[in-house]
Each structure stands twice: as C-alpha cells, then as structure tokens.
C-alpha cells in the first residue's frame, strides 16, 4: 500500500493503529484513575436543620417538627404522596415447604381492602423464612423475592444466623416497567394520591410490618410468626433499595434500614455526582414513572433542589441506618453516598445516636451478596440484640473534599 508515495506494509499499519489505540486506553485509564475521587460538587448541602420558615432546631421536639417538614417536601417534590393503612388486610397461608433443621418457608398472600366499602382486594404474595424454634425472631423484610438478578439467594444464611427472612412481591403492587405509566393496582385503588413506584412499593413494605406486627387492622386465621419488634429490618437492593430506604424512613416500625447500591434517588447524593454516576437525567429519561411527576425537571438542574438524599437518610435518625455499597459500583454513586452519610452525621449527633449512622464498601460492583448481608446482621446483632460484635461499620473510602457548611445545633 502507498501512502504520500512511499510503499508500506500492511504490519506496519497494523501495529501503528494497535500502538494508537493502546495509547487511547492507556491514557484514558489514566484519565480514569485521576477522576475517581474527583466527583462534581454541585452546590453545598442544605442544612437540615432549618425550618421552612427560617428558624433553627433547637430542641428534640422541634427536630420532630422539622421531620415532618422534611417528608413532605420529599414526598411533594420526589416521590409522590401516599396513603395510610388499608381499612382490612387478611393474611392467607397458601403453602408451606420443610427446609430441613426445623426452618420452614410459608407463601403468604395479603388480601387488602383499601376502605371498608371496597369490593376489590389489593394482593401481594409473601415467602416468609421461618427458623427453628419459637421466637421472638428478629426479622429481616426484603423488597423482591430471595436470590433474583444480582442479588444472591441469602435464605439458608439468614435462617443459620438465626433471624427470620420476609421477601415480598413488590411488582404484584406496581409492574417494573421502563417509564410506560401503568396504574397499577393501588394507584387504580386510591385515585388521589400522587405516588408513583418507588412509593407504591415502599407502601408494600409497610404492609408487611401491619402484618408481622399484627396490627389491629389485620385478620391472620392462619397466625402470624413471632416477632421480635425490636429488630425489624427493612432492606432492598438497587431500585429495591431505594424503595427500601424510602420506606424506612417513612415508618418508625423499621427499627433498621439497609437499602443496598441504591444509587441516584437511595443513598447517593445528587449534588455529589462521581465519575460515571447516574444522574436524575440519566434516571427519568428510562425510569421517569418511578418518581413523582415533574422530578425529572430537576434534571440537569440539581443546583434548585431544596434538599439532597441527606435529608431522606436524616428521616430515618436515631433508628440504624447501614448502607452497603460496592467500591466500584460507579453508577450508584459509591463516592456521593459517603457524602450524604457524611452529612447526616449532624443530625444523629444531635439525636445521641452517632454510632446508629454507618456504612460499608465491599469491593466489586453492582449486586446484593453475602458480604452486604453479613454486615446487616453482625451490625443488628451488635446494636439490637447487644451482641460484642467488631466490624467495619463507618468506613470513608474516599478522601472527598468538600464542606458540610452545618452542624449540630447546641
Ligand atoms: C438501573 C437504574 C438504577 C438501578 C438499577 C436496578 O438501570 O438506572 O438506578 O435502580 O437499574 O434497579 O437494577
């Protein structure tokens, strides 16, 4: 081959577009490295401390009064409203399977009549995850069914560790879909709230504790399992998580909440956005249906925000909050959740409960596994059950610099 006149050959063509190409990579994964810890600081976070109206939280009753500001600006603005209780459920045992040693797996289904004139259930399934013996057992609830996707069966380490393991149908209550809006069967049920997915689905959750709890309003022929109400834990992985930490938040009957890579609308920070993490751009031009309608404004425009993921994550306080990340678990955010636990440190503090905020980085990525699970238990077994238990609780993996310009009220 000839080029500007001189002949050359086809190896050498090749070797030359090989060595441009290493090139290309190498100085990309150069590139890469470099901008790892070097997330995109947005704007400060909001302190969440200040009342609507410009005051300061003084006082532990006024942090309740400023909590109930904070849910309703997040339920407003990001996750829609939703409902209370239903008027009835009733729990079905449809079937029941010996794992062996005295654990048995029990397919429940909640049969929900959302008020008393209703003629049409709301349904959803549960597998409940029973150990040997005879209770109270502290208790996991898990959004989604045991071992699906990139989360790892955990059903037989659960029930060995002693704890009772609760996965329920979240998509029987709202369908997965890519931003098709299908009202599902509660939003078709209570017409007149604002909720989209992730709220339907964190609805779901607390369902499962009206049940587990045997509130009032539940009718179970069948039973319900010892609980140990003092361990009620609420945990999901990825949208799960999200809906996980929503949850928890929302209801004070979770005593710990372990939402896993939850990522962008979970744990992760908007205003802290690493390297290659999902953006609310990025999450409701596929998923817009999971949020409140007219979040995705927000995209590209962060910097109007009235308040970051802290301020979900400060719900939860003085209950135990663990998020489990994976170190490269890029998308999620794995740098911008350390920031959003790092700034609701304040608010744990103020409430005599600092050891109550932590969280873990495993290595790897995106998936809920057995490490995550063995950091849930050992951290519940510690703080809830008292057990003298070490472990790597509060990690910060990364050195970022930027300021939380707030801090606890004296
Ligand atoms: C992704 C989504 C993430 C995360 C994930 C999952 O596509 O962008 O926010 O929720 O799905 O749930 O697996």
Not at 44 to 63: A, L, M, R, Y
Not at 328 to 342: L, R, S, T
Request: aromatic share 12%.
């Amino acid at each position: 081959m000839k080029i500007r006149g001189q002949d050359i050959s086809w190896k050498r063509i090749v070797i030359i577009s090989m060595l441009i190409f290493f090139l290309g990579v190498g100085s990309y994964g150069v590139y890469f490295l470099y901008r790892l810890d070097k997330p995109i600081f947005i704007k400060s976070f909001q302190d969440p401390f200040i009342f609507n109206n410009g005051t300061t939280v003084q006082t532990k009753e006024d942090w309740e009064n400023r909590r109930a500001q904070i849910k309703d600006l997040l339920l407003s603005e990001e996750y829609g409203t939703m409902p209370g209780h239903p008027h009835n459920i009733t729990a079905k045992v449809i079937e029941t399977e010996d794992l062996g040693n005295g654990n048995i797996l029990n397919t429940t289904k909640l049969i929900m009549y959302p008020n008393a004139s209703s003629t049409t259930p709301i349904n959803f399934t549960l597998w409940v995850y029973i150990p040997d013996g005879t209770g109270p057992f502290p208790t996991i609830v898990k959004v989604s069914e045991d071992g699906t996707g990139s989360q790892e069966k955990m059903s037989d380490y659960i029930l060995q560790r002693g704890y009772m393991y609760v996965c329920y149908n979240h998509i029987e209550l709202d369908p997965d879909t890519k931003s098709e809006d299908i009202a599902g069967p509660c939003q078709k049920a209570y017409p007149s709230y604002s909720w989209e997915t992730l709220a339907v689905w964190a609805w779901g959750a607390m369902r499962v504790a009206d049940y587990l709890l045997n509130e009032s309003w539940v009718n179970a022929p069948d039973g319900i399992p010892n609980v140990n109400s003092s361990v009620l834990i609420i945990t999901g992985h990825s949208r799960r998580g999200k809906t996980a930490l929503l949850a928890g938040a929302m209801d004070e009957r979770f005593t710990m909440v372990v939402p896993n890579g939850s990522g962008c609308g979970g744990a992760g920070s908007f205003l802290v956005q690493g390297y290659l993490s999902e953006t609310i751009a990025d999450i409701t031009s596929k998923f817009k249906t999971w949020f409140k309608e007219g979040f995705e404004n927000y995209g590209g425009k962060e910097a109007t925000l009235p308040f970051d993921q802290h301020f979900l994550r400060a719900l939860v306080a003085p209950r135990i909050i663990l998020n489990t990340e994976g170190l490269i678990d890029f998308w999620a955010n794995p740098i911008g959740a350390q920031a959003v636990y790092e700034a609701t440190g304040p608010v744990y503090d103020f409430l005599n409960a600092t050891n109550n905020n932590a969280i873990h980085y495993r290595s790897g990525g995106h998936g809920f596994t057995q490490v995550d699970f063995k950091i849930l238990l050992d951290l519940s077994d510690k703080l809830l059950l008292g057990k003298p238990i070490t472990g790597n609780f509060y990690m910060k993996p990364f050195n970022i610099d930027f300021l939380i310009e707030y801090s606890t009220p004296n």
